[in-house]
């Protein structure tokens, strides 16, 4: 497989993880960006437990998603109850602060970064194997009596609270969920670039994400999916004086999307359109 | 005792710099519900703007100083119609997302475009550096006092118009009561544009104060400057105009400090653990929220 | 007087829909000079509905509105009002963290400021516990005194017809009363009057013709005598036998 590809899907995978770890918490009403601080925490507890205590991948990753859990349980617990912006700009402090604390570890590289970390075998496939099982988790969370208290609070949290539907611990465990995701990203990327540099943890990361999110749709797990490797993807495939201004491409298609299609490409109705013509498709081929 | 007094003149420059773009920033909340995070970033446009003026013009300071301001407000007007349908909806995450996308645009492009993406240096003649007072070692210039002074007298006009004017009083009734706003027919369209100059207006001067104060300028002071005034806003209270000025000062003066006794590194994380600290303890912000 | 010199306002086969749902069907209604005209129904009959139509507020609609015989269909909403039509809306609508005189600045803002001051001046003269509270927030008024700032609100607008919507919405009584008094009143001294109102006995008793609505439709209409020996409006709104 050419090495460009490989990286291609790695990081496709990675930002599917992501993608879903901020969906998760806006199909709850919030919009959350401790994943990307907890992606940086989940790499650096990777990277040092495998290089410098030469753990094997398995048990670094289960301590990663441990060390992601508590790192987003705590601020969990003061903003579960915070007004929706609140919350978006605090976790984007979040993401500051984690940057400038590991700029400033020495022993984890500071500014100059982290690097030769081990790579674990087969990374592609443990990558989209653990695709599959956060997808189908999340799948069957949002068929359950949670996911459908999760609906009621993005329509209208004040009826979710007559229901008495817990919305302070609702948000509390989706947020350490989201934690755990960006945990597992961060290995994940850990582990494909293996060198870790704080500024990789940035702004520019989250602005990625929110892009294939809401470009995608945020109402369905399936925008990401299908947006993140079009969004990624397109600009490997341009010419480099176009590809350069990926960046400008992404904001205007995230205001032009906003703008025209609020709920993103794909929509639950588009979902829907989609099952209804498919069976008809099929039920027409056994008629003739 | 004069490295105290340097950090006290060196907070109030942050904190009215701060003061203004808060204003700006909550009355576009307050008038539309819109969320724009990409206020500084406009006025950081505005800057870059006002450097091409001085260079076509040989460092004409009232030409770059004109430039800068009329720059800022023909750019708060220019985002009016783009947040109008939103504003409409009452689509408030939506609108931020929106404003985001600007950033990342007018960010990319500033990093591109514009003397290569290298960072813009202005001329000294613009800082003002000529010692007005000085104390020992502490000196104020011309230039500080200008801005201190300055801010004052803006975020002062900007409050003279909201409470004493008839124009203000509407704004603010739109503010609180948007529904009635309009059922009582006062021109809620022209309103809402007014509030978009009014903000062009402070987000304009504030880049005059800004080149004085900083003396260069780089695409990536946007999303800084974005992210102070977002965390003086929250710090205060989403929407709350007089606490913003109270919360503008106070982090302004806590950086400066900060600043001034700790590395340089760790100035920004600590005014964001203020603002974590603060979404956590009072979710409403410390002086409550405005609708 | 000539057929359009007499009628005030004209609203011709108008329809709201908000998406799949009709709000308003067809509906033809005019207000005369001099007139209080009431409409009646049950919540969500299309009564608010109709009085924002008017103003220009709402979903898209189909047919026209005429005022002084003039088209306003699309007319925005801010000039709408300076043209003579004033909205009093439900729940009063007032500002409550302005002050009362502030208030009534904002009911005539399409006007000078001498001319406001002037207005203010008359508004004070009829309502003077206005003036009494006039630096006073809006919020700390009673519900009776908040509505009688919501009516000198809509006078600084100097209408020539004034819609009321549920003027008698979480009033007692007693102010109930006094309200109803301020509206004869008010169109004693020459002001139309268009009023939306559940409390059809008090309404009837003022007005001097009405239209009774039903699912955004109207399903009966006539004088006020007309109506109110009416079974069915007897038996709907007024509870009760004659």
Same mark, same amino acid.
């Given at each position: 497989?050419?090495?460009?590809?490989?990286?291609?899907?790695?990081?496709?995978?990675?930002?599917?993880?992501?993608?879903?770890?901020?969906?998760?918490?806006?199909?709850?009403? /919030?919009?959350?960006?401790?994943?990307?601080?907890?992606?940086?925490?989940?790499?650096?507890?990777?990277?040092?437990?495998?290089?410098?205590?030469?753990?094997?991948?398995?048990?670094?990753?289960?301590?990663?998603?441990?060390?992601?859990?508590?790192? *987003?349980?705590?601020?969990?617990?003061?903003?579960?109850?915070?007004?929706?912006?609140?919350?978006?700009?605090?976790?984007?402090?979040?993401?500051?602060?984690? /940057?400038?604390?590991?700029?400033?570890?020495?022993?984890?590289?500071?500014?100059?970064?982290?690097?030769?970390?081990?790579?674990?075998?087969?990374?592609?496939?443990?990558?989209?194997?653990?695709?599959?099982?956060?997808?189908?988790?999340?799948?069957?969370?949002?068929?359950?009596?949670?996911?459908?208290?999760?609906?009621?609070? +993005?329509?209208?949290?004040?009826?979710?609270?007559?229901?008495?539907?817990?919305?302070?611990?609702?948000?509390?465990?989706? /947020?350490?969920?989201?934690?755990?995701?960006?945990?597992?990203?961060?290995?994940?990327?850990?582990?494909?670039?293996?060198?870790?540099?704080?500024?990789?943890? *940035?702004?520019? !990361?989250?602005?990625?994400?929110?892009? +294939? !999110?809401?470009?995608?749709?945020?109402?369905?797990?399936?925008?990401?999916?299908?947006?993140?490797?079009?969004?990624?993807?397109?600009?490997?495939?341009?010419?480099?004086?176009?590809?350069?201004?990926?960046?400008?491409?992404?904001?205007?298609?995230?205001?032009?999307?906003?703008?025209?299609?609020?709920?993103?490409?794909?929509?639950?109705?588009?979902?829907?359109?989609?099952?209804?013509?498919?069976?008809?498709? +099929?039920?027409?081929?056994?008629? *003739? | 005792?004069?490295?105290?007094?340097?950090?006290?003149?060196?907070?109030?420059?942050?904190?009215?710099?701060?003061?203004?773009?808060?204003?700006?920033?909550?009355?576009?909340?307050?008038?539309?519900?819109?969320? @724009?995070?990409?206020?500084?970033?406009?006025?950081?446009?505005?800057?870059?703007?006002?450097?091409?003026?001085?260079?076509?013009?040989?460092?004409?300071?009232?030409?770059?100083?004109?430039?800068?301001?009329?720059?800022?407000?023909?750019?708060?007007?220019?985002?009016?119609?783009?947040?109008r349908s939103l504003s409409k909806r009452g689509? %408030?995450?939506?609108?931020?997302?929106?404003?985001?996308?600007?950033?990342?645009?007018?960010?990319?492009?500033?990093s591109r475009v514009i003397n290569k993406g290298?960072?813009?240096?202005?001329?000294?003649?613009?800082?003002?550096?000529?010692?007005?007072?000085?104390?020992?070692?502490?000196?104020?210039?011309?230039? @500080?006092?200008?801005?201190?002074?300055?801010?004052?007298?803006?975020?002062?006009?900007?409050?003279?118009?909201?409470?004493?004017?008839?124009?203000?009083?509407?704004?603010?009734?739109?503010?609180?009561?948007?529904?009635?706003?309009?059922?009582?027919?006062?021109?809620? #369209?022209?309103?809402?544009?007014?509030?978009?100059?009014?903000?062009?207006?402070?987000?304009?001067?504030?880049?005059?104060?800004?080149?004085?104060?900083?003396?260069?300028?780089?695409?990536?002071? =946007? #999303?800084?400057?974005?992210?102070?005034?977002?965390?003086?806003?929250?710090?205060?209270?989403?929407?709350?105009?007089? =606490? =913003?000025?109270?919360? %503008?000062?106070?982090?302004?003066?806590?950086?400066?400090?900060?600043?001034?006794?700790?590395?340089?590194?760790?100035?920004?994380?600590?005014?964001?653990?203020?603002?974590?600290?603060?979404?956590?303890?009072?979710?409403?912000?410390?002086? =409550?929220?405005?609708? | 007087?000539?057929?359009?010199?007499?009628?005030?306002?004209?609203?011709?086969? &108008?329809?709201?829909?908000?998406?799949?749902?009709?709000?308003?069907?067809?509906?033809?209604?005019?207000?005369?000079?001099?007139?209080?005209?009431?409409?009646?129904?049950?919540?969500?009959?299309?009564?608010?509905?109709?009085?924002?139509?008017?103003?220009?507020?709402?979903?898209?609609?189909?047919?026209?509105?005429?005022?002084?015989?003039?088209?306003?269909?699309?007319?925005?909403?801010?000039?709408?009002?300076?043209?003579?039509?004033?909205?009093?809306?439900?729940?009063?609508?007032?500002?409550?963290?302005?002050?009362?005189?502030?208030?009534?600045?904002?009911g005539g803002y399409h006007f000078k400021n001498?001319?406001?001051?002037?207005?203010?001046?008359?508004?004070?003269?009829?309502?003077?516990?206005?003036?009494?509270?006039?630096?006073?927030?809006?919020?700390?008024?009673?519900?009776?005194?908040?509505?009688?700032?919501?009516?000198?609100?809509?006078?600084?607008?100097?209408?020539?017809?004034?819609? &009321?919507?549920?003027?008698?919405?979480? &009033?007692?009584?007693?102010?109930?009363?006094?309200?109803? $008094?301020?509206?004869?009143?008010?169109?004693?001294?020459?002001?139309?009057?268009?009023?939306?109102?559940?409390?059809?006995?008090?309404?009837?008793?003022?007005?001097?013709?009405?239209?009774?609505?039903?699912?955004?439709?109207?399903?009966?209409?006539?004088?006020?005598?007309?109506? $109110?020996?009416?079974?069915?409006?007897?038996?709907?709104?007024?509870?009760?036998?004659?």
């Amino acid at each position: 497989m050419p090495i460009s590809l490989f990286y291609f899907l790695v990081f496709t995978g990675i930002f599917i993880l992501l993608g879903w770890a901020i969906y998760i918490v806006y199909r709850n009403g /919030q919009l959350n960006n401790v994943p990307i601080a907890a992606m940086a925490v989940g790499a650096y507890i990777c990277a040092y437990l495998t290089r410098e205590l030469h753990w094997p991948f398995l048990p670094a990753l289960l301590a990663a998603m441990g060390g992601g859990a508590v790192f *987003s349980f705590v601020p969990a617990l003061g903003l579960g109850r915070a007004p929706g912006f609140s919350m978006t700009i605090a976790t984007i402090a979040m993401i500051f602060i984690t /940057q400038t604390v590991l700029r400033n570890m020495a022993f984890l590289g500071g500014v100059y970064g982290f690097y030769s970390i081990p790579r674990v075998d087969h990374l592609l496939i443990v990558t989209y194997v653990i695709v599959f099982i956060v997808g189908f988790f999340i799948f069957r969370l949002e068929r359950s009596r949670i996911g459908r208290a999760m609906e009621v609070v +993005f329509i209208d949290t004040s009826v979710a609270r007559t229901l008495k539907i817990n919305t302070y611990w609702l948000s509390v465990w989706l /947020q350490v969920f989201a934690g755990v995701l960006g945990a597992i990203a961060g290995v994940l990327f850990a582990n494909l670039v293996r060198i870790l540099v704080p500024r990789h943890f *940035s702004l520019g !990361m989250l602005l990625n994400i929110y892009c +294939f !999110m809401f470009v995608g749709g945020y109402t369905t797990m399936w925008g990401v999916v299908v947006f993140t490797p079009i969004l990624w993807g397109f600009p490997l495939l341009l010419p480099e004086a176009v590809a350069e201004w990926k960046d400008t491409i992404y904001g205007l298609l995230l205001v032009v999307t906003m703008l025209l299609r609020p709920e993103g490409v794909i929509s639950k109705k588009m979902l829907w359109d989609i099952k209804v013509s498919v069976k008809r498709f +099929f039920i027409n081929r056994r008629k *003739s | 005792m004069e490295f105290l007094l340097a950090q006290i003149i060196n907070g109030l420059i942050l904190g009215g710099i701060y003061a203004l773009l808060v204003t700006g920033f909550n009355l576009l909340l307050l008038e539309g519900g819109v969320f @724009q995070y990409a206020y500084p970033h406009l006025l950081v446009l505005s800057m870059y703007v006002s450097w091409l003026v001085l260079r076509v013009t040989g460092n004409n300071i009232f030409l770059g100083i004109l430039a800068a301001v009329l720059s800022g407000i023909v750019l708060g007007i220019a985002t009016e119609p783009i947040f109008r349908s939103l504003s409409k909806r009452g689509a %408030a995450v939506a609108s931020f997302i929106v404003a985001l996308g600007i950033a990342i645009i007018i960010t990319d492009i500033l990093s591109r475009v514009i003397n290569k993406g290298i960072q813009i240096a202005f001329p000294e003649s613009l800082k003002g550096e000529k010692a007005l007072l000085q104390f020992g070692y502490a000196i104020i210039s011309a230039g @500080q006092m200008l801005t201190i002074l300055g801010s004052f007298v803006a975020v002062g006009g900007i409050f003279f118009i909201l409470f004493k004017t008839k124009t203000g009083r509407a704004m603010r009734a739109m503010a609180q009561v948007p529904g009635v706003a309009r059922l009582i027919g006062l021109p809620v #369209n022209a309103m809402s544009l007014y509030s978009y100059m009014l903000a062009g207006i402070l987000g304009g001067i504030s880049s005059v104060f800004l080149i004085m104060a900083l003396g260069s300028a780089s695409s990536g002071l =946007g #999303n800084t400057l974005a992210l102070k005034v977002l965390a003086v806003a929250i710090f205060a209270g989403l929407g709350n105009l007089g =606490g =913003g000025l109270v919360s %503008a000062l106070i982090l302004g003066m806590a950086e400066s400090f900060v600043m001034g006794y700790m590395r340089g590194d760790w100035a920004n994380a600590v005014a964001f653990g203020m603002i974590m600290i603060i979404v956590m303890v009072r979710p409403r912000g410390i002086f =409550g929220m405005k609708a | 007087m000539g057929k359009s010199d007499r009628v005030l306002l004209e609203i011709k086969d &108008l329809s709201v829909e908000y998406g799949p749902v009709k709000a308003l069907q067809n509906i033809n209604l005019t207000v005369n000079r001099g007139e209080v005209i009431v409409l009646l129904g049950a919540n969500g009959a299309g009564k608010s509905t109709l009085l924002n139509a008017v103003l220009g507020i709402g979903p898209p609609k189909k047919g026209s509105v005429f005022f002084e015989g003039e088209d306003i269909t699309t007319m925005p909403t801010n000039r709408i009002v300076a043209s003579g039509i004033c909205l009093l809306p439900e729940g009063r609508g007032i500002v409550p963290q302005m002050l009362v005189w502030e208030n009534l600045q904002l009911g005539g803002y399409h006007f000078k400021n001498a001319v406001i001051r002037k207005d203010m001046e008359n508004v004070f003269r009829r309502f003077p516990i206005l003036k009494e509270r006039r630096r006073q927030e809006a919020g700390t008024l009673s519900g009776g005194q908040q509505q009688i700032l919501s009516i000198g609100r809509g006078l600084m607008a100097k209408p020539k017809l004034m819609m &009321l919507d549920e003027p008698s919405l979480g &009033l007692a009584p007693v102010i109930i009363t006094e309200v109803f $008094e301020i509206i004869r009143e008010l169109n004693r001294d020459g002001y139309s009057i268009l009023l939306s109102e559940q409390n059809a006995r008090k309404a009837l008793q003022v007005a001097d013709r009405g239209y009774v609505f039903e699912k955004g439709q109207i399903v009966l209409s006539g004088s006020a005598e007309d109506l $109110e020996k009416n079974e069915k409006v007897h038996h709907a709104y007024l509870g009760g036998h004659i």
